[in-house]
């Protein structure tokens, strides 16, 4: 059985559909991908996972559990993380503050330290600038703290949203670096990319998105070869 | 010169009560974004609970030391007011939230003057006199004289919000707290249930209202419906200059409008050659607060003023 199963999901902001019944499924220790023209409907797809965003219709089986009967904030300790669109930092806490509300739902001290040290490891930077507010960071660097939080809440599936956005590519490379240490790590990820190329060659498998419906699924490698996702996506 | 003591001092007593009260305004604002002006009624509410219990006590023979009574008189009135806020956010602002601001605004006043009118159901119109079981000794030094009790306010207020401000600032609550004020979208995401926060954070203001309304009613030897108001507005002109949504601002404001203020009262007869006396003290706090708003919107510590106010 998969980890995350999603079947005719539909979602709507007021009477506009964005996103049209779309079926997608992610098995334990993938990572796969998400592709799609701006406004395809991927974060809304992402935002109705974590219950941000209530679903019109369709199912979400998370974990062998209807994710309809988990509390909006209480996905989190169901093991679903998300690093949302724009980094979604808190401006004026620390660094080191960010991260811990990453570990809010968790209650075991000791191994949340001892996790913060292996997060710190990871980004030396965000160890320089632990007590620095966040909102004063590149960024990258916020991309960073982003990623710390989400790991640090232990997730079984991890949803990135757009995490190269706005970036320089020096940066854009070694967020994906990241992604795959983390993925070697063996947590399951959702990518949800722009940058198609990329995102597709560290995934094992992709999604195309338009216009909310999912057009095209298969291998990653595969889709790298096909001729729509080549001519739309990979800009040849 | 001995003037000048004797007003800061006794500006550093009502200004150290405004601050407490603007602690409350303050924090309900930043994680809300809105004013909660029947914060005002909580006071009140505090020092006529406290007032009623300690008169009971007393009515029924129990003979205890004054500030033990007081004490007594604050464990019921700091639940009290803590439920009334509480409730106060589940059933009027709760079902507002993401209405148009003005909105929750009005109902922010029709509160306030609803609880006014239970209190004159239960208390009346009149002054009710706070039972005389305190002891109002004087100090006098450099000139300036203070009591005891005012030495005991200034102190308890200091210490209340010192650790108010170490709560924020260190605790898992706190940290929960400035999170939700800053994004309670991706607090939420984090685990934060952010109703619960907002709950709390009406329960914390209102008991620290309910210990700033005794120690009103102690430093004037009474209560009245309708004190809350105008400490009310005071304390929101001091969250105002101190920057709305910050806790260090509000204590600030808080101190530095009583000092204004008492000052104010203090000189105002020299200053308008006798034409105005110390009774038209209450004009300084709206002075100030006008003139914040025209050349510092966002108050001394504030960093920007949301428009949503
Ligand atoms: N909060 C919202 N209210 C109304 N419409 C929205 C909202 N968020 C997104 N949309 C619309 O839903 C569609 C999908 O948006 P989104 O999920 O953000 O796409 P993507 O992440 O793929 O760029 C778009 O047409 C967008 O305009
Ligand atoms: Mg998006």
Redesign the interface.
């Known amino acids: 059985m998969s980890l995350l199963d999603v079947k005719n999901l539909q979602v709507a902001y007021g009477g506009i559909q964005a996103v049209k019944g779309i079926d997608f499924h992610i098995d334990q220790g993938e990572l796969v991908t998400l592709i799609g023209a701006n406004g395809a409907g991927k974060t809304t797809t992402l935002k109705t996972l ?1 219950g ?1 965003v209530k679903k019109a219709s369709g199912s979400i089986q998370f974990d062998g559990k209807d994710a309809a009967s988990i ?7 169901h093991g679903l ?2 690093v ?1 669109e724009g980094r ?6 620390t660094v080191e ?1 960010n991260l ?3 570990a ?2 968790r209650n075991d001290t000791a191994q949340i330290q001892d996790e913060l040290v292996r997060i710190y490891d990871l980004f030396p930077r965000l160890k320089e600038r632990c007590r620095q507010l966040a909102g004063t960071l590149s960024g990258g660097e916020q991309q960073m703290v982003a990623m710390g ?1 989400a790991m640090l ?1 232990k997730p079984k599936l991890l949803l990135l949203d757009e995490p190269s956005m706005g970036l320089a590519p020096i940066i854009v490379q070694k967020i994906f670096e990241i992604i795959q240490m983390v993925a070697a790590e063996g947590v399951t990820m959702l990518l949800v990319e722009q940058n198609a190329r990329l995102a597709l060659e560290v995934s094992q498998r992709g999604y195309v998105m338009e216009s909310g419906k999912i057009t095209l699924g298969g291998d990653a490698r595969a889709l790298l070869d096909d001729e729509r996702v080549r001519n739309a996506y990979l800009g040849e | 010169m001995d003037i000048f003591l004797q007003q800061i001092l006794n500006g550093l007593v009502v200004g150290s009560i405004y601050a407490l009260i603007a602690l409350g305004y303050t924090m309900v604002y930043g994680i809300m974004g809105l004013i909660n002006f029947a914060h005002g009624e909580v006071v009140m509410f505090g020092a006529m609970v406290t007032i009623t219990v300690i008169s009971a006590l007393v009515g029924a023979g129990v003979s205890l030391p004054g500030p033990l009574l007081v004490i007594i008189g604050l464990l019921i009135a700091i639940p009290a007011c803590m439920l009334i806020g509480f409730t106060i956010e589940r059933i009027a602002y709760r079902p507002l939230r993401g209405a148009p601001r003005l909105a929750p605004l009005i109902t922010a006043i029709g509160l306030s003057i609803s609880l006014q009118q239970v209190a004159i159901l239960i208390w009346g119109r009149n002054y009710i006199p706070f039972p005389p079981i305190l002891n109002h000794d004087v100090i006098t030094f450099l000139g300036a004289s203070i009591t005891k009790l005012q030495i005991v306010i200034i102190a308890l207020c200091l210490l209340i919000m010192v650790g108010l401000l170490t709560m924020v600032e260190k605790t ?1 609550l706190g ?2 707290m ?2 939700t004020s ?2 309670p ?10 109703n619960s926060i907002i709950s709390a954070t009406f329960v914390i203001g209102s008991g620290l209202g309910a210990v700033a309304g005794v120690m009103v009613a102690t430093n004037y030897d009474q209560a009245h419906y309708y004190m809350g108001y105008m400490i009310g507005m005071k304390a929101f002109t001091a969250a105002v200059l101190g920057g709305i949504g910050n806790l260090g601002g509000a204590v600030c404001g808080g101190i530095l409008l009583g000092i204004i203020e008492s000052l104010g009262a203090g000189y105002i007869g020299d200053l308008t050659g006798g034409f105005l006396g110390s009774n038209y003290q209450d004009v300084f706090a709206f002075v100030v607060l006008i003139l914040v708003l025209i050349f510092r919107p966002s108050g001394l510590l504030g960093e920007k003023l949301a428009d949503r106010a």
């Open positions: 974590v941000m509390h909006s904030h209480d996905f989190v300790r993380a998300m949302p979604g930092i808190f401006p004026k806490l503050e811990l509300m990453g809010y739902a939080r809440s | 898992k940290r929960a400035r999170a800053q994004n979208a991706v607090a939420g995401l984090m685990g934060v249930n952010v």
